[in-house]
């Protein structure tokens, strides 16, 4: 991303907040970020590969989602959901060209350009627009208060689009789509051909208009106890031991080409930017990040486990093994597992290979041996009776 770009574009800090956003969320079902850093030009972020395209790629392709498929996509999707709500995250922009597929069918939501945090849940809104037209919520688009059910909102239409290959509200303009949504209230009647009755009634709740009586307003297992829901294994799609309906070809491109777009590296404008105070300073908290770093996994611990999914009836996370467990439990368990696997000090100072001592420096704390030497590791015959206790060989 051209720095100077994002700064005529006044979308520069937007950029920092995504980037601080993704580096904290970490979920089977999402978009990983791997590493960010900048050079003097660019700013550079790194994510996994999904080979198999979005949504609206397959749309194009003319592709027939059926009822098995969509609810397979559905509850990938709820499952993202979720431990974005979990952790006060809206999206608000989930739409098909941000929902990939990874090359086992999987689908991983992405692009959190104008997502946000709440801080005060549930008391707190959002009210300034955001959004694809098409695909927001009525209280987004009208510019009225809105929170996580805004999200459940977008999910109907992807679903809708999904059955009758167009979305609920259509127009030329912003404006026209908010002259739909005020006069018209989205109510589907017959199923097609193939579809059931109960999917019916799961995205008619999830297309009302009013956010407080919309389906998952009380909590995401208004979603899962729905009758169109209520047996399906969350288990099995979650460690992604299900095969996928629907996998993709192995050479697949995604719908978004390579935009045109009319700015010029070399324009008068672009080299004003380039000088000026705030090209320098604009940038400086976007700083490098590396996913397998320590300081990095640190980071993450204040998010809640995305290794166990939330039962709302009894208020506990459970596990992926099926038991029911705290936040604080799943803590303790963790930070357990980080003590049992670190390396224990070492406070022997001397080794012997092929009958010769060598001096040695010891990081006693961790462990780690400070200087690399290069050692012979031929077998030795020994008497082990010679050897004092706390040596080691």
């Known amino acids: 991303m051209s720095k100077a770009k994002l700064i005529e574009q006044n979308c520069y800090e937007d950029i920092i907040y995504e980037r601080d956003l993704e580096s904290n969320l970490e979920h ?60 006060k995250i809206i999206h608000r922009d989930l739409k098909p060209e941000n929902v990939l597929f990874d090359k086992n069918g999987y689908i991983h939501v992405a692009d959190f350009g104008i997502a946000r945090m709440l801080n005060n849940e549930p008391e707190e809104k959002l009210i300034h627009i955001s959004g694809t037209p098409g695909y927001m919520a009525p209280e987004t688009i009208f510019k009225e208060k809105h929170s996580y059910t805004s999200d459940f909102f977008s999910l109907g239409v992807i679903i809708y689009e999904m059955m009758f290959k167009k979305r609920p509200f259509i127009g030329k303009n912003r404006q026209e789509i908010k002259d739909k949504m005020a006069n018209t209230q989205i109510k589907i009647k017959e199923p097609p051909k193939g579809w059931s009755p109960e999917i019916i009634d799961f995205v008619n709740k999830l297309l009302i208009k009013n956010p407080e009586e919309r389906l998952g307003n009380k909590g995401f297992s208004e979603l899962k106890s729905h009758p169109w829901l209520k047996s399906y294994d969350w288990k099995s799609t979650y460690l992604k031991k299900e095969k996928a309906p629907f996998i993709p070809p192995k050479k697949v491109i995604c719908s978004e080409e390579i935009e045109s777009v009319n700015l010029s590296e070399n324009s008068k404008n672009l080299k004003k930017i380039k000088s000026s105070e705030l090209f320098k300073k604009a940038f400086i908290n976007f700083k490098y990040y590396n996913k397998y770093s320590k300081t990095c996994r640190e980071k993450r611990e204040k998010y809640i486990n995305p290794h166990a999914i939330y039962d709302e009836e009894e208020n506990k996370f459970k596990s992926i093994d099926g ?52 050692i012979n590791l031929d077998l030795i015959e020994i008497n082990t009776n010679t050897i004092k206790i706390g040596e080691q060989i």
Request: aromatic share 12%.
């Open 28 to 87: 089977s079902f999402l978009t990983p970020l791997i590493f960010s850093f900048q050079d003097n030009d660019y700013l550079y972020t790194i994510h996994d590969l999904m080979s198999g395209g979005d949504l609206r790629y397959w749309y194009t392709q003319q592709k027939n989602f059926n009822e098995k498929e969509c609810k397979f996509l559905v509850a990938c999707i709820i499952l993202a959901l979720e431990y974005l709500h979990r952790n």
């Open 323 to 374: 038991k029911n467990q705290t936040k604080e439990k799943i803590k303790e368990e963790n930070d357990k597992k980080i003590l049992e696997n670190k390396l224990p000090p070492q406070p022997i100072k001397t080794k012997i290979f092929n009958n010769k001592k060598e001096e040695y420096k010891v990081d006693e704390k961790n462990g780690i041996l400070l200087d690399n030497q290069i």
